[in-house]
Structures are given as structure tokens and as C-alpha cells.
């Protein structure tokens, strides 16, 4: 009885994926507008390659240590502790 109560449950759940769940609802070639409603999907879309995109790394800044906490404090689990 639990292989059929199983199989049904994994048969249903296969059962509710359609089209129309994968277009938000709408149906085939409509989609959900930016206020809920189905809006049909117009022409093709169309991506040009933008201009080439240029990376400029920050300069690496090498300073010494310094204390992190004042005198009479030690960094223990995350902040200044007193010692």
C-alpha cells in the first residue's frame, strides 16, 4: 500500500509540471508583466556584444602592522580584550 501511495504521489507531482508553470502562469508565449498580468512575448531579442570591458586592478599599498588594540588589550575572539 505505501509503494502505491508513493507512486502516486510521485506521479502527480511530475503531473503538475507543465508549459504553462514554466511561463509564470501565462501559457506559451506570454510572460508576466512587471504588475502581475500575462503580456504576450513580442518578436525576438536580439543581444549586441557590448564594448570590450576594461580592468584596471588598485594599486597594491603595503603599510607595517600596527597595533590593533591599545596598550593593556589583547585581539581574543574577535575584538580587544582587556589581559
Do not use: D, I, T
Not at 504521489?9 to 509564470?24: D, Q, R
Not at 556584444?49 to 581574543?76: E, L, Q
Amino acid at each position: 500500500m505505501k509503494y502505491l501511495f508513493a507512486a502516486v504521489l510521485v506521479a502527480s507531482s511530475f503531473a503538475s509540471f507543465s508549459a504553462a508553470n514554466a511561463a509564470g502562469g501565462c501559457g506559451p508565449g506570454w510572460h508576466r508583466g512587471p504588475y502581475g498580468g500575462c503580456q504576450p512575448n513580442r518578436g525576438r531579442v536580439v543581444v549586441v556584444n557590448p564594448a570590450p570591458v576594461v580592468v584596471v586592478r588598485p594599486p597594491v599599498v603595503v603599510r607595517p602592522v600596527g597595533r590593533g588594540c591599545p596598550y593593556g588589550f589583547v585581539w581574543a575572539y574577535g575584538r580587544c580584550r582587556p589581559v
